[in-house]
């Protein structure tokens, strides 16, 4: 009998670039993708003492892990530090910053579906997904002339 179970996958994430968000300093590693659901996966860095990321409506539901620093969103009372798991349901609205001022934040992020910025106004200035995501990290690749890793890959 021939066993149908999917392989896992494996990420080195140390051969995936940093890709500049242009969020206030924020890059991401995008990890995994699933064009399927709509999840992406992602590692994300941003400097410490960042506040110029714009708030961020939720459409789906996020998952983040803190692996070094320390942050939180304008609107909570609580803070994130290394090891501290934050689910955010989605329709969620709220605005990230940096607690950490001589440190970077790194974050592991598993997110569903799209994320719209928001300006102080509530406009949207832009959506991202995975899509956007995927190709902002092929155009990176491109530029500086890396082999990208197939992130959609079962």
């Not at 890709?19 to 860095?45: A, D, F, H, R, S």
């Not at 950490?100 to 406009?123: M, R």
């Not at 990290?137 to 002339?145: D, F, I, L, S």
Request: overall charge negative; aromatic content about 10%.
């Amino acid at each position: 009998m021939t066993n149908h179970v999917l392989a896992s996958n494996y990420i080195d994430s140390k051969k995936l670039p940093w890709v500049p968000t242009g969020l206030g300093g924020m890059e991401t590693k995008l990890c995994k993708v699933n064009p399927i659901t709509g999840q992406y996966i992602v590692l994300t860095k941003s400097p410490g003492g960042d506040q110029n990321v714009p708030a961020h409506l939720h459409h789906g539901t996020v998952i983040v892990y803190t692996i070094q620093g320390k942050w939180k969103y304008v609107e909570d009372e609580w803070v994130s530090g290394p090891g501290d798991v934050v689910f955010e349901p989605s329709g969620s609205l709220h605005r990230p910053v940096a607690i950490s001022q001589d440190e970077e934040v790194i974050t592991f992020t598993i997110i569903d579906g799209a994320l719209e910025f928001k300006d102080e106004d509530g406009n949207t200035l832009f959506t991202s997904n995975w899509q956007t995501t995927l190709e902002k990290y092929h155009e990176y690749c491109a530029k500086k002339g890396i082999e990208p890793v197939d992130v959609t890959r079962f």
